[in-house]
């Protein structure tokens, strides 16, 4: 992708002090995308002309959910009715699911809580135009404007590449589509076309969206067969001194003892692990993680959204016991 760092050091001075179309951010992005990708300048003018700056996605983006403790996270997404619903996805899409366990090692139960959680299948898929969340995003928002530029970029990309007008998609306040919300930088990645039909469409495509999500776990190397999480329970505090923000596992299971862990299922003694605090009400809950949860969290890098997936997938597994 096209390098930003000079447009995204001026934002903080010319994003929301000009005119949105008339700022310098604005202009010398036009400029890069005509030159490096041979845009034509007055399109790009045109449809960020129509772009619109919006406040309640920059105050959105400043209290995300998961920024929630675990107790009041968890109860957003393990109820009753995304279970049950997650179940009648399975059922109505078995076929698919099962082709994509097949072809990506991916079990159909982390497929369809992904979609779970994301859009609860579908139905909530976001009501922005995706073309004004990331301009807002992109140039009136500093603290992750190169990110939100790359993906402005990619998504110019992908409607070119798909045959669709920039000014229609919707998706989430953070440019998300479909119903896995992807970003327009995964979508051109690992979006795949799964029902043969020609197109990759992650709106209405069940089939697509079940091989799209597939493709991105076994791109970021889910491991077939392999766990995810266990509970573990301690008998002190010393686990404390190995906690940190990186959720890649780097803890060999011997360590676990001179820790006072225990954790309630064997595992393999080739397995690593990360230590997971959770907090609820009244204590914190705790997990030994695998490379697998680390593999969710390159979907959302949040642990809680992980632990989520995770749970609602056994939930979603254990009720919709034996069918066709």
Known sequence: MMKLSVIASSLLLAACATPFIESQPVDGFIHAMHDQHQFKTEELQHWLADAVIKDDILQK???????????????IFLTDARIDGGVQFWKDNAAALQRAEQQYGVPPE????ILGVETNYGKHQGKYRVI????TLAFAYPPRSPFFLGELEN?????????????????????AMGMPQFMPSSFRRYAVDFDGNQQRDIWHSKTDIIGSVAQYFAAHHWQKGHPIAVPMTAENNLYKTKITPNLKPDLRLAELESLNLKISVPLALSEKIKILELKQEQSEELWAVLENFYVITRYNHSPLYAMAVYQLSQSILNK???FP
């Open 61 to 75: 983006m400043a209290k995300p959910a998961e920024a929630m403790p675990w107790y009041k996270y968890r109860k």
């Open 110 to 113: 982390i497929i369809v809580a």
């Open 132 to 135: 004004d969340a990331l301009a």
């Open 155 to 175: 998504f110019l990309l992908l409607c070119r590449e798909q045959g669709l007008n920039p000014a229609l998609p919707i998706g989430s306040y953070a440019g």
């Open 320 to 322: 919709k016991g034996s």
